[in-house]
């Protein structure tokens, strides 16, 4: 048995053995402690203490081990090559690259071009180009990303919900129910959408904005470095591409100050029992947008069509322009499409005074997209065994229903159910035709083997390891909008994001996991931190199964990944099970600070 004492926790100083061996947990700490600096100097107005701060975080051996985690491990694009050719797919990669980048700088760096693909934009055929950067450059991006982001979420308007951390989707779809409910005058609607955003962009306007950054000229080597395409080389003059890491965050600064512009006003009021500060709209207009898709909210038509004229400085300055097939005007009882969402009012019987009923529903287009997924999936394992189609039916059944859940989907849910139902009924007719319903009956349909509801007809694979969820298990909660212009790099709201994230994995998450978490009061038993870091979790056995331990509540635990993995280094599977006093020895020193050492 390993000795605890002779554990190799690494410091991020020296150079690396183990790239698993990292405390992240530890790390991820120290740089959200350094960003909560850098928000908290940039609301003060202290601008030389704020880029002090940023560089200090960009030279800093933390900030690079948790970009190469982040572009090498955790980010969706972690396998796509750049114009080098150059990929990591293993921990003894990532060790190397770490090693030798460990004496980077970032304001000398000078980028490659980005490799230019497509990818199928819609049905009618359209191409969405993507510039994606070498697997150094996206490391680079990262650790600017990550100094220059809690700059500028002090700024950032509160009507912007698109890559910023902690809002989403579904607080932009809360903010519209909440401006245009029945007791609004606000009844007509601007659609917006900016023609090609991304690849339009002013690279002197964003350079204007971050003209006070430290790595302000690295930012614009990357603006300028073109591209590759079949080939070719192409200068870039204008836009961010879509596919880097530090785009999304570019667009939102130039993207900024569209309600300063229209003129949309606040008025703040204070509750004389608890003190709290709210702040809403005082007037006869108000914005919501996500990225480069926003809607106004106006009161009559001519204020809405007189929004063309409104947003002409506005997109002069950031070199856009709208897109006429996407752009128009429309009354709320006509309805209109938002983030896969329609929001419509419906007239109703009287009732407490009331005419009108704003209902948000999943747009068609969104259905007709889940259809297709689904489709394709039982076209593709045809022939092939029920475990697979299970396998990844799921994912696509559990994203579309916790997608939908916080609006009124309930009937289109048990639509999809029902649509699902024929699909797996016409899927094993056919994997089997010789064969009686009956029999197919009871080889594929079990009750659930998870206690999520009492039906007996759930299709499961003859072993018993997997089985078809439904949609209609996932409950209807709505979504509680984040507030005003608050910020998880703002200190005095830790309470604030702990509750709200207590909640969003209540409402995201399967019962098991949720069940767990309530009983570890939500911190991993493993590190002593909370669960709710940008690290994934898993669950870990106590006593291992290979030592006769079962899948009970008490015999499990829902713990970080890097803290599993440095678990079962230190512990193996197959050797002894560690005794309390290893086990308690294991977690003081993985929660100890002086084994980090992290700039």
């Known amino acids: 048995m390993t000795n605890t004492s002779e554990i190799p926790i690494v410091s991020a100083v020296t150079p690396l053995a183990d790239f698993d061996s990292i405390p992240w947990v530890r790390l991820e700490k120290h740089v959200r402690k350094l960003q909560q600096r850098i928000y908290r100097a940039e609301s003060l107005g202290e601008r030389r203490k704020v880029k002090s701060l940023q560089r200090l975080l960009m030279r800093s051996h933390s900030t690079l081990l948790l970009s190469i985690r982040q572009v090498t491990q955790i980010n969706k694009g ?63 991006q990262n650790i600017v990303r990550i100094a220059l982001e809690p700059q500028w979420e002090v700024h950032f308007e509160p009507i912007s919900y698109g890559f910023r951390p902690k809002r989403g989707c579904h607080d932009a779809v809360e903010a519209i129910f909440a401006k245009i409910n029945v007791k609004s005058r606000k009844k007509w609607i601007f659609e917006g959408d900016f023609k090609g955003c991304f690849d339009s962009l002013s690279h002197d306007y964003i350079m204007e904005q971050i ?16 591209f590759i395409d079949n080939n070719t080389f192409h200068q870039t003059e204008l836009g961010v591409p879509q ?52 809607v106004i909210m106006c009161e009559s038509k001519e204020e809405a069509e007189g929004m063309y004229e409104k947003l002409k400085p506005y997109l002069i300055k950031r070199g856009l322009e709208l897109a006429p097939e996407k752009t128009k005007i429309t009354h709320i009882s006509e309805g209109f499409d938002f983030l896969g969402f329609n929001f419509r009012q ?12 704003l209902i948000i529903k999943p747009s068609k287009k969104s259905q007709s997209k889940m259809i297709a ?38 009937k289109i849910i048990s639509k999809m159910d029902f649509y699902i139902w024929t699909k797996t009924k016409y899927f094993l007719k056919r994997l089997h035709p010789k064969k009686s319903w009956k029999w197919i009956i009871k080889r594929y349909f079990r009750p659930d083997i998870h206690g999520q509801s009492k039906n007996n007809w759930l299709l499961t694979d003859p072993n018993g390891n997997y089985q078809l969820m439904r949609m209609a298990w996932t409950p209807i909660v709505r979504h509680q909008l984040i507030k005003y212009k608050s910020s998880p790099f703002d200190s005095s709201l830790s309470i604030y994001y702990k509750k709200r994230n207590m909640k969003i994995f209540e409402n995201n998450n399967i019962i098991s996991r949720q069940k767990l978490a309530k009983k570890q009061k939500y911190k991993c038993p493993l590190c002593r931190c909370s669960l709710f870091s940008e690290e994934g979790m898993e669950k870990h056995h106590r006593k291992p199964k290979i030592h ?15 803290c599993h993995i440095l678990w079962h280094k230190v512990f193996p599977a197959k050797g002894k099970v560690p005794t309390d006093k290893q086990a308690i020895a294991f977690t003081k020193m993985l929660s100890r600070k002086k084994t980090i050492k992290p700039i």
């Not at 030798?100 to 359209?126: C, E, W």
């Not at 419906?346 to 009923?357: A, D, E, S, T, V």
Request: charged letters at 30%.
């Open 346 to 357: 419906y007239p109703i019987n009287k009732q407490k005074g009331r005419l009108w009923k």
């Open 243 to 294: 596919g880097g890491i530090i785009s999304p965050l570019l667009a939102n600064i130039a993207l900024h100050g569209m309600e300063e512009e229209i003129g949309v006003q606040y008025r703040s009021s204070k509750e004389k029992k608890t003190g709290i500060v709210s702040h809403e709209v005082f007037d006869t207009k108000t914005v919501v947008r996500y990225a480069d898709d926003f």
């Open 78 to 140: 972690k396998r796509t090559e750049g114009i080098d050719n150059f990929k990591v797919a293993s921990n003894q990669e990532r060790t190397a690259l770490y090693n030798k980048m460990q004496n980077y700088n970032v304001f000398t760096h000078n980028p490659s071009p980005a490799l230019r693909k497509y990818i199928l934009k819609s049905k009618d055929g359209k191409l969405r180009p993507l510039g994606i950067p070498t697997m150094k450059d996206r490391i680079y």
């Open 373 to 410: 997924k689904i489709r394709d999936c039982f076209k593709k394992h045809q022939g092939l065994n029920v475990s697979s189609l299970i396998a990844e039916l799921n994912p696509i059944i559990r994203g579309y229903a916790n997608y939908w859940k916080p609006v009124s989907s309930k």
């Open 548 to 562: 006769g331990g079962t899948d009970e509540y008490k015999n499990q635990w829902l713990v970080h990944i890097s």
């Open 211 to 226: 003209r006070d950054f430290p790595a302000k000229k690295t930012i614009l080597k990357w603006l300028k470095a073109g």
